[in-house]
C-alpha cells in the first residue's frame, strides 16, 4: 500500500505523545487534514504518495507537445496516441531523446520530433505508463503535521479519546485557513501550478 503524506508515526513523534494516546479522533483527524490539503490542490484523484512501480494514466490529446502528468517521472515505459488504447495509431520511442524529452522527478514530457500530443480538433487518448518517484513534499508534509498539531491542541489533547471527530473537523478547517505555511503549502501545490 502507498504511504500516505503524513503517517500515523510522523503525527505521534510532531505531537509528543505516547502511542497508546493515539485516539480514532487523531486518526480522523489526520486522514481529514491530508484529504482538505489534497482537495485545495485538486490531488483528489491522485494522492501524494511514496513511489508508484507502475501507473498507467489516461489522458485528453492536448493538441500541442506538453504533456503533464499526475506524479513525477521515474522512468517511462510506453507512450501510445489513438482513440482506442487498445489499437493505437501511434506508439513513441520513449527512450529515444530525439523523440521525447522528460527527466527524472518533473511531471512533464516534451515532444522534441515535430510531433503532437493528439490534436484539438481530432481528439486522441494519451496513454503513458511510468513508474514514478516519491511525491511526499517536506512543506506539505510540515503543513498537513501542523494543521494536526494546532488543532489536537485547541480541542484539548488532555483526553483526546474522548473528542468528536466533527468537532476536530470544524477546528480544522479554521485553523488551516489561518496558517501561513499551509496557505502557501497549496499554492504551491496546487495542480496547475508546476514547479
Excluded at 52 to 72: F, K, N, Q, S
Aim: net charge negative.
Amino acid at each position: 500500500m502507498a504511504r500516505r503524506l503524513v503517517e500515523q508515526a510522523e503525527v505521534i513523534e510532531h505531537l509528543g505523545i505516547a502511542e497508546e494516546k493515539y485516539s480514532n479522533a487523531l486518526e480522523q483527524l489526520r486522514l481529514s487534514t491530508i484529504g482538505l490539503f489534497e482537495r485545495l490542490c485538486d490531488r483528489a484523484h491522485a494522492p501524494f504518495s511514496d513511489a508508484i512501480a507502475t501507473r498507467v494514466e489516461m489522458h485528453d490529446g492536448t493538441g500541442g507537445a506538453e504533456l503533464w502528468l499526475d506524479y513525477p517521472v521515474q522512468s517511462l515505459t510506453s507512450i501510445t496516441i489513438g482513440r482506442n488504447p487498445a489499437a493505437p495509431d501511434e506508439s513513441l520511442t520513449v527512450g529515444d531523446v530525439n523523440v521525447l524529452s522528460s527527466a527524472v522527478g518533473e511531471r512533464r514530457i516534451v515532444r522534441v520530433d515535430g510531433g503532437e500530443f493528439g490534436a484539438l480538433d481530432e481528439p486522441r487518448i494519451v496513454q503513458v505508463t511510468y513508474a514514478t518517484t516519491d511525491d511526499l513534499p517536506a512543506d506539505a508534509q510540515m503543513a498537513v503535521l501542523r494543521v494536526i498539531a494546532q488543532t489536537f491542541r485547541q480541542r484539548g489533547s488532555e483526553d483526546a479519546s474522548s473528542e468528536n471527530v466533527s468537532g476536530y473537523a470544524r477546528t480544522m478547517a479554521n485553523l488551516a485557513a489561518q496558517d501561513e505555511i499551509w496557505l502557501a503549502a497549496v499554492r504551491g501545490h496546487k495542480r496547475g501550478v508546476f514547479r
